[in-house]
C-alpha cells in the first residue's frame, strides 16, 4: 500500500491502478493530456510519476513515439511467483506455532465471503477477498513490510492476476478449495501439508497463463 503525501504520490497509484486494472492496457499509448486532464493534476507531478512507473516497469518511453503501458513480462510473472511461493510457505508454516481461534475465524470469514462471491460469480470481489485471505497470513505472522515489499516485487505477477479476471476459462473453485485445504491444514498444525497446499496454489498461474497468452497473445511479451 502507497502512502499518498503529495501530488506525485497521487498520480502515481492513480496510473498504477489503470494499470493493474486494464483501464490502460498492455501496449496502449498513453496520451498524456487526457490523463493531465482525467486526473486533475499537473505536469510536473504527473512527469514524475511517470518516471517512477518506468523505474518499475509498467510505462515504456519510446524516443520520437511516445509512453506505452509496457506489454506483461511472462519471465517476470514467473519469477515473482518463485519468490512469492517461498515466502508464503514460510510464512504459513510459522504462523502455525502461534496462531490463535480469533485469527482462524478471520480466515474462515474471508473462505466464507469468498463462497458467496463465487456463487454469485462477483470475481472481481472474489479476487479482492483473495488479496486479503494472502494478506492475513502476513498480518498474523507480523510481517506487514514483507507483504508491502511483495507488491512491488509481483507487480508483474498482480498484472496477469488482474488479466484473469477477464479470462471465462480459468477455474475459480480451484482458488476457493485451496483457500480451505490451507485453512485446515494451518487448524491441524501440520507445516508440511499446509506448504504444499500453498505451493499448488499458486503453481496454478503456470497452467492459466497458457490460457490467457492464446486469449490475449498481444498483451504478452
Do not use: C
Request: charged fraction near 30%.
Amino acid at each position: 500500500m502507497v502512502e499518498i503525501t503529495n501530488y506525485q504520490d497521487e498520480a502515481y497509484v492513480a496510473i498504477r491502478n489503470k494499470i493493474l486494472h486494464l483501464e490502460l492496457r498492455p501496449g496502449d499509448r498513453i496520451n498524456k493530456k487526457d490523463l493531465q486532464d482525467e486526473l486533475s493534476i499537473g505536469a510536473t507531478p504527473l512527469r514524475e510519476a511517470f518516471l517512477r512507473l518506468s523505474r518499475e516497469g509498467l510505462l515504456l518511453v519510446r524516443p520520437q513515439s511516445g509512453t506505452y503501458v509496457s506489454k506483461i513480462s511472462v519471465d517476470e510473472v514467473y519469477q515473482a511467483r518463485f519468490v512469492r511461493e517461498n515466502i508464503e510457505k514460510l510464512v504459513v508454516a510459522e504462523i502455525i506455532s502461534h496462531i490463535t481461534e480469533s485469527d482462524l475465524d478471520e480466515l474462515r470469514y474471508l473462505i466464507q465471503l469468498q463462497e458467496l462471491q463465487l456463487h454469485s460469480k462477483d470475481y472481481d470481489r472474489f479476487f479482492n477477498l483473495d488479496e486479503s485471505f494472502h494478506q492475513t497470513f502476513y498480518k498474523i505472522d507480523h510481517k506487514e513490510f514483507v507483504w508491502n515489499w511483495l507488491q512491488v516485487v509481483n507487480l508483474q505477477f498482480n498484472r496477469f492476476r488482474y488479466l484473469r479476471l477477464e479470462v471465462a476459462d480459468l477455474d475459480w473453485q480451484q482458488i476457493f478449495d485451496d483457500h480451505r485445504a490451507i485453512v485446515a491444514a494451518i487448524a491441524d498444525k501440520v507445516p508440511t501439508r499446509a506448504e504444499t497446499y500453498v505451493s499448488r496454489h499458486l503453481h496454478m498461474v503456470d497452467d492459466d497463463i497458457k490460457v490467457a497468452l492464446k486469449l490475449h497473445p498481444d498483451f504478452f511479451e
